[in-house]
């Protein structure tokens, strides 16, 4: 299976998950901006969780670390 080469980005209630393209510098960074208690791995769907308030700062790591990469938000 190739890796995905897409951000999506979907916003639920109170909280929105992001599913991005393998990226050690964006995880790094993340995990630096967003402190562990707003954010959680999502193993089974392979997507970050995090609360709404983080979306800022969230969207900000996305359009630095993929910015040739167009971000579906559903």
Avoid: Q
């Avoid at 393209?21 to 630096?32: A, G, L, M």
């Avoid at 997507?47 to 790591?61: A, G, N, P």
Wanted: aromatic fraction near 14%; proline fraction near 4%.
């Amino acid at each position: 299976m190739k890796p995905s080469k897409k951000v999506v980005l979907t916003e639920g209630d109170g909280e929105f998950t992001v599913s991005t393209p393998y990226n050690d510098e964006f995880i790094k960074d993340f995990k630096r901006e967003v402190e562990a208690c707003y954010r959680k791995w999502d193993k089974e769907n392979k997507v970050w969780v995090i609360d709404m308030d983080c979306y800022y700062e969230v969207d900000e790591l996305l359009g630095y670390h993929f910015p040739d990469i167009e971000i579906e938000v559903h």
